[in-house]
């Protein structure tokens, strides 16, 4: 399974955003930061927003800033917002719960763990520096 670059630059986005929580950081800076066109990010800041892990403020001392305290947003949370469609294989989801198929099992267990593991991290705990 490969994750989009979505996912990679949001989360990306989110961990400086995290790091300026006190604040908001502009979308020239994230841009910047983030290595990313601006378009590209623009569209990644829209989806994060529509989900409510990201606000915008508008005007002069504007920018992007996170909607909740780092320690409330998870990597699983930002993951599943960016990516659109996380199925390994087509019985991963509850409509297949009861697939014949010997693998299905697999697959579902991987998925609900790689979910538990990625909900296990905040952004809070990706900025200390044991981490």
Not at 56 to 71: F, V
Not at 89 to 118: D, Q
């Amino acid at each position: 399974m490969k994750l989009s670059s979505k996912a990679h630059y949001g989360l990306q986005a989110c961990q400086i955003l995290a790091e300026a929580y006190d604040g908001s950081v502009s979308a020239t800076e994230l841009e910047e930061k983030v290595g990313v066109s601006g378009k590209y990010l623009e569209k990644i800041m829209r989806i994060l927003t529509g989900n409510g892990i990201v606000a915008a403020r508008r005007g002069a001392q504007g920018g992007y800033y996170l909607a909740k305290a780092p320690e409330r947003v998870t990597v699983g949370e930002i993951t599943r917002a960016l990516e659109d469609d996380m199925k390994i294989v087509h019985c991963v989801h509850s409509a297949c719960e009861k697939c014949e198929c010997k693998s299905g099992k697999i697959w579902r267990s991987l998925v609900k763990k790689m979910n538990e593991f990625l909900d296990s991290i905040t952004l809070a705990d990706m900025l200390k520096e044991d981490f």
